[in-house]
């Protein structure tokens, strides 16, 4: 069992083969997981020349523009949760799931997943927890950010022209932009959570399910099923929680090193060491690994005795 602190676009290129992966992204525009931006990768060679963008109708705005050059290279000092465009080759600098587009976003999802299947095995499977969101609602379980609309959702009204009101359809739009890359989508279960709250929101129905997508590199019998489970709370309220639940069938289909690129507080660990399958998290947010270990070794007593692995 180990958990590194790191990029997931970084990181996993540096693992040896894993059989499986089980994971859930930072989902769209919901939620800010820490005070990190990073610097998505484009094709052409750039010296990157920031601007940074302002979301509307956020009170407090974000601070004026700040780029510095020195000597040929240019460099960011964009503030911690904010982003930038290069005005040259059109990269982006941000937090994944804060992208202004929900293009951004998928792209970067794709992104990760690419160097997530190079390391797969190649009967091993990819299985996704990913959920929608209403445009303009701060998010399909009540995330908001500081009680307003976070400024990606903000954006992607903009740029992308949904209206409030409208599920995005991302986890479709995901879907298809993995396949598109390569990706066989075997097999999809619906979570639905029978204890969600009614929504406060009026005009919009309470969003009371989320996906489970099974992707492969071969063509893999997986039956697709409604799995009806509770959500997830720990004491760690912070962090977008799946039940443990939930991801005991895709772990069950693991026969080797079980891969969670967006590791939070360490619920697939649990369930992955609760099956005795070999455990990697990824994990950005160098606090959340501390938290992931103590997760783990307090719900998984077998394990408590060897964490100095880091
Ligand atoms: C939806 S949460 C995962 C929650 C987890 N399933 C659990 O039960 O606690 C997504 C996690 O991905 C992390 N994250 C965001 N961007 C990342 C990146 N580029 N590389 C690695 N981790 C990232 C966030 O800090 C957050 O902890
Ligand atoms: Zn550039």
């Known amino acids: 069992m180990k958990i590194i602190n790191g990029n997931a676009l970084e990181t996993i290129p540096t693992l040896h083969k894993i059989n499986s992966v089980v994971t859930s992204p930072p989902y769209y525009g919901l939620r800010h997981y820490g005070e990190y931006s990073l610097e998505w990768p484009t094709t052409e060679y750039c010296e990157h020349e920031w601007i940074e963008y302002k979301s509307k109708g956020i009170s407090g705005g974000t601070k004026s523009k700040k780029v510095k050059v020195k000597d040929t290279i240019n460099y960011s000092i964009v503030e911690p949760g904010n982003y930038a465009f290069c005005n040259r080759c059109g990269a982006w600098f941000g937090e994944l799931g804060q992208e202004p587009t929900i293009t951004l976003y998928i792209k970067h999802l794709v992104q990760i997943f690419h160097e997530a299947y190079k390391v797969l095995d190649d009967t091993g499977i990819c299985w996704v927890n990913i959920g929608d969101t209403y445009a303009g609602s701060g998010g399909a379980g009540g995330d908001w950010t500081k009680g307003k609309r976070s400024e990606a959702q903000k954006w992607c009204q903009q740029q992308d022209e949904i209206e409030d009101k409208s599920l995005m359809l991302i986890p479709f739009k995901f879907q298809e932009a993995m396949v598109a890359d390569g990706w066989i989508f075997s097999a999809m279960d619906i979570w639905e959570k029978p204890n969600v709250m009614p929504s406060s929101a009026y005009d ?85 690994v501390g938290i992931a270990y103590e997760y783990i070794s307090s719900s998984v007593p077998i394990i408590s005795s060897g964490i100095t692995d880091i």
């Open 204 to 288: 919009r129905p309470t969003t009371n399910y989320e996906f489970w997508f099974a992707f492969t590199k071969q063509k893999i019998s997986i039956p697709s099923e409604v799995l009806k489970i509770p959500t997830g709370q720990n004491k760690y309220k912070h962090f977008a929680t799946y039940n443990i639940n939930v991801c005991r069938k895709p772990i069950s289909y693991a026969t080797g090193t079980v891969l969670d690129p967006f590791c939070g507080s360490g619920t697939t660990g649990i369930e992955a060491v609760k099956q005795r399958k070999d455990f990697i998290g990824i994990e950005i947010n160098k606090e959340y």
